[in-house]
């Protein structure tokens, strides 16, 4: 069965920093896109951050580009999204999602098949 396993979130002030990790089990990791989705309250998912796994091209959102790095660790079927001068505007619950890899629009829910639970991240004053 296909598993996706987000953890790291929480409560951080405005400035500081945050590791999201996700834990893939139940497919071949090395063949599958990752990607990080924000939903905020109120609001539809957006796109955060993803990696390509079959090719190691990785993708942001403009507004986010030189604050949030995306990783792969193969050996442990994990992906690491490390946020940076953390701002209230990136306050939501992060997903993980996963679809293989190849030509994908990766900032469209629709494109993934699978999905983690969700992780709250909130960002305060």
């Known amino acids: 069965e296909v598993q996706l396993v987000e953890s790291g979130g929480g409560l951080v002030q405005a400035g500081g920093s945050l590791r999201l990790s996700c834990a893939a089990s139940?497919?071949?990791?090395?063949?599958?896109?990752i990607t990080w989705f924000r939903q905020a309250p109120g609001k539809g998912r957006e796109g955060v951050s993803s990696i390509n796994n079959s090719n190691g091209k990785s993708y942001y959102a403009d507004s986010l580009k030189g604050r949030f790095t995306i990783s792969s660790d193969n050996a442990k079927n994990t992906v690491t999204l490390l946020m940076n001068s953390l701002k209230t505007e990136n306050t939501g619950v992060y997903y993980c999602a996963a679809r293989p890899g190849g030509r994908y629009y990766w900032g469209l829910v629709v494109e993934y098949d699978y999905w983690g639970q969700g992780n709250q991240v909130t960002v305060s004053l």
């Open positions: 139940g497919f071949t990791f090395d063949d599958y896109a």
